[in-house]
């Protein structure tokens, strides 16, 4: 016969057991000392940590909902000519561009540096940020420094998002 606390130390142990694996690593929910958490985007600032948290979660919807209906991708492509010229895209580029970025790679580490310059005024605001992002897949590993002004308008309903995104990424 069973002593009952046997049975209790078994049973504890196998229900320990079963929550925990060795080979498994820790999920790290904060980065750089910032919490990924989703915010309610009252902010500008708060739209930048959303955008964040989409990247690092490769979140399609969570990043569709920081960008407006009439948003504008901007960059300078060197190889458009023999000087190069700013090329841009809209909301239905960005959301497909974005996607195959989050599909192609396994991790993707976005950080914020120094803020260069933000102001707000009623419904609008501008963010120039630094950043460097890492984009590791299979096949390939990307880092990537740069700059970002965003442009941001807030909706009637409060929520601020990115109106236009000018990327001034180092080559």
Known sequence: MHSR???VIVILALTTMCCFNPFAPELNNELEGEELIITEQATPEEVLQNFKVAYTFRDSILYSNCIDTGFMFIYFDPEASSSGHEESWGRDDDLRTTGRLFRN??????LWNATLY???????????????LHLSGPSSDYKIRGRAVFSFRKS???????IQWEDQSEL
């Open 105 to 110: 790679f396994d991790i993707i580490d976005l």
């Open 118 to 132: 933000a102001w707000t005024r009623n419904d609008e605001g501008e963010i120039c940020r630094g950043f460097q």
């Open 5 to 7: 606390p046997g049975i």
């Open 156 to 162: 009637p309903d409060g929520t601020w998002r990115i």
